[in-house]
């Protein structure tokens, strides 16, 4: 039987960090959610308040071997690699700390992210964690749309703690948004960066993966659209109401929209 994954601890969880900054690493997946979920201080249900139990980390290439027993040493265990039948998997390697006789601890490092595109390295935010420690992590939009496809794509994903996950990651997607539209430069702009932002949202919304996850689940990317963050006239006026069709019952009553017609079989 394989061992049980425990919750990494914060503690390990900020020394692989500073670890991960000297390797050029970008902390990715569940533990790049939980840091946008504190930074917002988004509230999430007791049982999914640790939002994920290992530390998933991108490589810049398929051959970074090093860096995971860098890790390794780091967190005190020792690295495991993927055998050569299993190639074609996008990781490189593990870093594991025996807990206990049937319990460890568990760092994946990869070199591709599932459904992400060339641009995720490029996209990365830096978030501080306190003076003396700073983390760099995939775009919160970028986690919104892994966490969609994890959902949609990936059977072992397709539980509690995926929806959950989800569910967070729309709740960060939507602070950040009104974030960006405190920072923004030109707040005069007739294309603000957050018009963009909401363009990204509808996509995914509109993709087979977020029509699927929606009817599947109940659950829709769309609601991770913020209208106060564009302020824009025409899009509050004609493109926010026709966007309402993507969203949930909940968010259009938030957002004040009505209630699209019912679909005529």
Known sequence: MPARELVVPKETVRRLLREATELDLLLVGGQALKLWVERYRVVLPDEFAYVSRDVDFLAPSAAASDVVRKLARALGGRAVFPRRRAALTALVGQAVKDV???????????????????????????????????????HPLDVLKSRLDNLHGLAEKRNELGKAQLRA?????????????????????????????????????????????????????????????????????KKLPVLGRLMSSSRRRELGLSEPPPTVR
């Open 169 to 237: 990651a729309i709740a960060v997607a939507q602070a950040f948004q009104r974030e960006a539209l405190r920072a923004e430069n030109a707040p005069g702009a007739r294309r603000p960066t957050t018009l963009r932002y909401a363009a990204f949202v509808e996509r995914l919304a509109a993709s087979a993966a977020g029509k699927k996850v929606a009817a599947r689940y109940g659950i829709h990317v769309a609601d991770a659209i913020e209208p106060s963050a564009v302020p824009v006239r025409e899009f509050c006026e």
């Open 100 to 138: 206990s006789d049937d319990e460890v601890f568990n760092v994946d490092v990869v070199h591709r992210v599932y459904g992400a595109d060339e641009g995720l390295r490029a996209r990365a935010m830096e978030l501080r964690l306190g003076a003396d420690l700073g983390a760099r992590l995939m």
